[in-house]
C-alpha cells in the first residue's frame, strides 16, 4: 500500500461527527494524521493555529458556512482546498472554484475516492517540487518550479495548487494553443466529473493575480473557441473574453 505520511495534519472541517470520524480512519491508514472541526470559526482557528497540509472543507457549517470559510482561507493560504457539499449544481461547483477550491465532491461519497483525491493533489504539488527545474520567466513574470514560486515584478504572488499548475503547464510551452479539455486532463488526471468551465474559472482567478489589467491579459491570452495559450512574448494583450 502506497503511504503518504505528512507532518502537517489534514483539517477535516465537517459538522457530522461520523462522516469526520470515518474520513480519518481512511485518511490515518494511508498515513496522514488529521485535526477535526465542526463549526466554521473553529476551522479558522485550527488553521491558523497548525497550518494544514490539505483542507477538506464541507459547506454546511454552523457560525461561519464553508463559503465564507474558503474565502478567509484564501485570504492567507494556498493551502489546497476540498470542499464536500450535497450541491451538485453546476453553478455551484463554478462558485467553490471561483473561491479558490482544488477540488468539489458531491455528497453522499466514497470516502476511498475522496482520499484518492486528496493524494493526488497533494502528489500533483509533489511532483512540481521534485521533478521541476529551474525557472519559467516571461517578462516580469518568473515561476520557480524548484521552490513552487510565482513572483511578479519582484512580489511573490500567492497562488492554489491548480492555478500553480495551470500556469506551469501554459508557461512550459509558450504560444501553444491549448483546448479547454487538455488543461482538464492536467488539472484532472483521474478523470473527475467537472466541467470545462471549471478552466475558465480558473483562467479568471490567474489573470486577476498576474496581469496588470485582467480584462486585456497580456500573459494568458484566449484562442477564441478553442482555449487559452501563454504569449511567447511577441503577442499583443487582448480583450478578455
Known sequence: MERTPSKRPILIAEDDKKTTSLLSTYLEREGFSTITAHDGREALELVRRHDPVFVILDLMLPHVDGW????EVRRSSDVPILILSARGEAHERILGFSLGADDYVVKPFSPGEVVARVKTILRRMGQGQLKGKGQLSCRELVLDLEKRK??????????????????????SAAG??????????????????VTDRVIDVHIGNLRQKIEEDPSKPGYILTARGLGYQFADGD?????AS
Open 150 to 171: 510565482v513572483i511578479l515584478r519582484g512580489n511573490v504572488i500567492s497562488l492554489t495548487p491548480s492555478e500553480h499548475k495551470l500556469l506551469q503547464v501554459l508557461m
Open 68 to 71: 465564507e470559510v474558503c474565502r
Open 176 to 193: 501553444r494553443i491549448f483546448l479547454r479539455e487538455e488543461l482538464l486532463n492536467h488539472l484532472y488526471p483521474n478523470g473527475e466529473a
Open 235 to 239: 503577442e499583443q494583450a487582448e480583450e
